[in-house]
């Protein structure tokens, strides 16, 4: 008897420790644990592990059941309140906007796409762009089989959609199309007077708490819709609550029943495999899944999954090309785990999962912290060949103590401060090479991996985009590797440039 008060004393203190460690990184959801709301600590560690062990790498996820936070994590150097890079998972944020805007009564699902641009129609306008539609825009269905590729035609993105070629019937084609969405953007701007992010604001921004948002914008000014979208994890839990709510949000309705439920169901066929999560049918910007749930996603993965038979939402986000294993894992994993009611308090796996959660950390480059070489290039100067990139030279500290590296480039000097073993946060001044506009952000490890060899991976922490430069030293020889991964759209690319010591 007095054992088993001590095992309930004990969890009881473990369950406290929990909601206190949760409310440290978390300002909205009421704290549970997974137990109560009847799904197991031991499945939300299972899918953790196989996360770490299959997907290169998830970066946060946050769990809620019945409108409880249950579990939630970040991998390190992610964190709770860095916005994080949506790409198209932004489309379902501006889907819901199109839904106020037509709850308003101020756009119907009718309305021709041209007839808010009639300045840029062509002088022989065919009857397929005539006929296009707000609803063909929200379903993909626009009539391109190519999608119209805006930010190669000039700096009017509206003027190059509406000239564009149309090759089928709007209504009658499934073909994805982030340009469409562009246009979702613009007519609401054209509409309000207003941006999209900035329309959001009191409708819907404010009402959910969500306060560290910032969207793109083209060269006209207009949100980019189809991506762009920098929020927390949280924001992403947010709205799928509200639609797993109806469009109820604390007794009080920001959006009508009526869309959510048209935005989330099947309105258009978009293959034909049953196990394929990509063929089960698209709504208004949000995919249907397998298991009768919908979700949004955005490239590299970031998900708001919601699974309205579980009363269930999952929010993700990370750098990988495999989004597939992502959805498996929480199909094979967390799905089969949820029941009706309490379950019993298991200690050793609650304890376990609180313990995995609060040491989340991203794999560091592996190595020695030095090499037999390291002296022999500590401080030194490379010379770097002639290329269009603007680098003019690197110098190495790769020797003891702190690492780092300094890039000289045609106006600034960037210094890259390395952990070892671990990942350390700085700022950039402008850029490095090979990258995109991916913000300032870093966190950098690296090691030797051999004798003559050095690498450094380099993740742009407020995006899925990481960069790994693998340095080769032979004599006073230098080749320089690097490899950019999951960054704007999924781009992928490697190249190598040479340096020869400086005398």
């Not at 982030?178 to 009402?207: C, N, W």
Request: hydrophobic residues 35%.
């Amino acid at each position: 008897m007095i054992a088993k008060k001590f095992k309930s004393i004990v969890f009881i203190l473990l369950v406290l420790f929990s909601l206190r460690t949760v409310a440290q990184t978390n300002s909205y959801f009421t704290k549970s644990t997974p137990e109560t709301e009847g799904i197991s600590s031991a499945a939300i560690l299972s899918f953790i592990e196989k996360a770490e062990k299959e997907i290169d790498a998830i970066h946060s996820f946050i769990i809620l059941r019945h409108g409880k936070l249950v579990s939630q994590g970040w991998w390190d150097p992610y964190d709770a309140e860095t916005p994080h890079t949506m790409h198209s998972l932004s489309k379902s944020f501006t889907s819901t906007a199109i839904g106020m805007l037509v709850d308003e009564g101020k756009l119907t699902l009718n309305d021709r796409v041209f007839s808010f641009f009639p300045e840029y129609a062509p002088p022989e306008m065919n009857y397929k762009q005539k006929e296009m539609r707000i609803r063909d825009l929200l379903t993909m269905n626009t009539g391109h089989i190519n999608e119209p590729q805006l930010w190669g035609g000039g700096d009017n993105w509206e003027k190059t959609f509406i000239e564009a070629e149309v090759d089928l019937n709007p209504g009658t084609h499934f073909k994805y199309n982030s340009s469409a969405t562009y246009m979702l953007s613009a007519i609401l701007q054209k509409v309000t007077g207003e941006k999209l992010v900035d329309y959001l604001e009191p409708r819907l921004f404010q009402p959910l708490q969500i306060k560290k948002h910032d969207w793109d914008t083209s060269p006209s000014g207009v949100n980019t819709g189809g991506w762009g979208l920098n929020i927390v994890t949280e924001d992403i839990a947010k709205l799928g609550q509200l639609y797993l709510q109806k469009g109820m949000w604390e007794g009080k309705r920001i959006l009508s029943q009526e869309w959510v439920e048209m935005a989330t169901a099947k309105q258009v066929s978009n293959g034909s495999d049953p196990d394929n999560d990509w063929n089960q049918g698209y709504g208004f910007q949000f995919w249907r899944c397998r298991h009768n749930a919908y979700r949004g996603d955005g490239a590299m993965g970031q998900f708001c999954i919601v699974i309205p038979d579980q009363d269930a939402v999952v929010a993700i986000t990370s750098g990988t090309s495999n989004m597939p294993g992502i959805l498996n894992l929480v199909y094979d994993l967390l799905l089969p785990a949820m029941r009706e009611g309490i379950l019993p308090p298991d200690q050793q796996a609650f304890s376990a999962l609180k313990q995995k959660t609060a040491g989340l950390k991203l794999k560091p480059i592996e190595g020695e912290s030095r090499s037999l070489i390291s002296g022999n290039i500590s401080n030194k100067s490379y010379r770097v060949s002639k290329n269009q990139l603007g680098v003019k030279s690197i110098t190495f500290s790769l020797d003891k103590g702190k690492h780092s590296i300094g890039v000289e480039m045609e106006n600034s000097i960037e210094t890259i401060q390395i952990g070892s073993g671990e990942f350390v946060k700085g700022e950039l001044i402008s850029h490095l090479p090979y990258i995109e506009d991916l913000g300032r952000s870093i966190a950098s490890s690296g090691a030797w991996t051999e004798l003559n060899e050095y690498k450094l991976r380099i993740y742009f922490y407020e995006t899925p985009a990481r960069i790994t430069y693998t340095f080769r030293f032979q004599d006073d020889e230098l080749i320089w590797e690097s490899k950019l991964e999951n960054s704007l759209f999924g781009s992928s690319k490697q190249e190598q440039l040479t340096g020869k010591q400086a005398k």
